[in-house]
């Protein structure tokens, strides 16, 4: 077995690789020859810390007392959820909603569910987009901050397709979670601590909690079912290979610019045209740009606002943020805009691919930390928000009705879906090897492909091997030469898993 030890997704709003501070002030930009000048503002009110301390005085809070119990051998539950993010709070609310119903649950059977955060005033930090058809059914378009008709891809030259791609409002949709989760007979309480040991086995959490005199003490919580949903950096899951993941890293900012060349209505999912600055510089091996290559992913939220991110689809080992942010000045003085002042700085990395957990443990993971990542894309959110109701149910009818249930393989990697992942991971494998060239004419074929065949790919859905065989053969069939040799390569560097994949 093996535990994975993955870095964590980091965010700061200064300096890099910094623990998690919370956002709210405008700040100074760093000082690089590209930086426009900025004013240093006072806190603005639209990004202060959410009021969610109704989370803590709603729910039932195990050791936020001034005097803790000392005899925590009653905390059972059924289930534990380890970590309040978008995918625990996503499946606490499906769960909460099955025992309000009555049908899964025995009569006057309530399933008792425990959700353990380490502080659940803590923002979400990262800017999460999404394809709007894939969450249209989820009852969440209250929680858009904001919806653009067609999305834009620079390849270099301009792509347009008219799909509509929503930003989340990631407070509103926290709020609404949490909300669901703390209805009378919902069955949830919500404890702060951090885990510092663990039995899995036994199904024991060790926490360490602090009281409200600011006093730690220790907690131990025992389940039935434990989910680890704290994501990539999760040490409770384990795999069966070592895990190897390429990764996504993005340095970006959300600012107040004096104008930008955007439309409105357009979202920037791709813009991989070279900075003039860049242009300039001899390509090869040695140029860094051009081995590497990143993109501009842009929401234009105002004619005066937008959010920026300089984003590597893959890479192994990752592109230091340093690079990523040197990279995102240069492309906007090249496209002529000018930062008044930094709202948001976000640094993100994701890894992509690698091996699958161990899906026979008796601990369950979901989001992140089950491997949900689009290998090929870094896409996750959408994916988790639909995965949390099927679940949710296979979790529910175990505890509910004693059924012996695997939900790792009758939900989260069925076969169907592990298949589909290694078509999608062979992918990411030949993006991971591709220059700039190279990959602008790979997603220039990719995005001549029928709308229905480049929609699956991006959001999973390619159930059929004859559906990722008819992809595969219309992206070799339109792409270059040059991509067509890469793709073959790759194809018999891993042949089993591809033919698996397209046969099955």
Not at 114 to 138: A, T
Not at 253 to 267: K, Q
Not at 327 to 338: A, V
Request: glycine share 6%; charged share 25%; hydrophobic share 40%.
């Amino acid at each position: 077995m093996f535990v994975a030890n993955l870095p964590e997704t980091v965010y700061s709003r200064r300096g890099v690789l910094k623990s998690p501070q919370k956002s709210g002030v405008c700040w100074k930009l760093p000082k690089t020859a590209n930086a426009a000048p900025v004013k240093y503002l006072e806190r603005d009110r639209r990004f202060r810390k959410p009021q969610v301390a109704v989370c803590l005085e709603a729910g039932q809070r195990l050791s936020q007392q001034e005097n803790p119990p000392k005899d925590t051998s009653s905390l059972y539950f059924d289930i534990a959820i380890v970590g309040a993010g978008p995918a625990g709070l996503a499946l606490a609310a499906e769960l909460s909603e099955l025992n309000l119903s009555s049908e899964l649950s025995p009569v006057g059977k309530v399933v008792s569910i425990v959700v353990v955060e380490k502080d659940f005033s803590r923002r979400w930090l990262p800017n999460y987009g999404v394809w709007v058809d894939e969450v249209e059914h989820l009852d969440i378009k209250d929680c858009f901050a904001a919806v653009w008709p067609k999305v834009a891809v620079y390849l270099p030259h301009k792509i347009i397709k008219k799909r509509e791609y929503a930003r989340i409002d990631r407070q509103k949709l926290k709020q609404k979670l949490t909300a669901k989760c703390l209805r009378n007979g919902s069955g949830i309480v919500l404890q702060e601590g951090e885990v510092k040991g663990s039995d899995l086995e036994k199904g024991i959490l060790r926490l360490r909690c602090t009281s409200a005199n600011g006093q730690f003490s220790e907690l131990e919580i025992r389940a039935r079912r434990i989910v680890d949903t704290t994501g990539h950096s999760t040490v409770l899951v384990k795999f069966t290979e070592p895990h190897h993941p390429s990764y996504q890293a993005a340095y970006g900012i959300e600012a107040l610019v004096e104008s930008h060349p955007f439309p409105l209505d357009e979202m920037i999912l791709m813009d991989y045209r070279e900075p003039s600055s860049i242009q300039r510089l001899p390509k090869g091996p040695d140029s860094s740009y051009y081995s590497v290559p990143t993109f501009l992913y842009a929401m234009p939220m105002a004619s005066d606002r937008i959010f920026v991110e300089e984003t590597s689809l893959t890479a192994r080992p990752a592109v230091p943020f340093e690079e990523l942010r040197d990279r995102l000045y240069k492309r906007l003085k090249d496209l002529g805009i000018t930062v008044n002042c930094a709202l948001e700085e976000e640094f993100c990395l994701i890894p992509m691919g690698g091996s699958l957990p161990d899906l026979d443990q008796p601990l369950l993971g979901f989001g992140g930390t089950a491997g949900l990542v689009h290998p090929a894309t870094g896409y996750m959110m959408a994916r988790t928000l639909n995965l949390a109701r099927p679940l949710a149910r296979a979790i529910f009818l175990r505890e509910a009705r004693n059924l012996e249930t695997n939900p790792w393989k009758e939900v989260l990697w069925t076969r169907t879906n592990v298949i589909q992942r290694d078509f999608y991971t062979f992918g990411g494998e030949v993006l991971l090897d591709m220059n700039l060239n190279e990959i602008q004419e790979f997603f220039a074929a990719f995005f001549k492909l029928r709308e229905e065949a480049w929609k699956n790919f991006l959001s999973f859905r390619q159930l059929s091997g004859q559906e990722r065989l008819a992809f595969g053969l219309g992206v070799f069939l339109k792409t270059t030469n040059k991509v067509r040799f890469k793709l073959i390569r790759k194809a018999l560097q891993n042949w089993r898993p591809l033919i698996r994949s397209i046969l099955s």
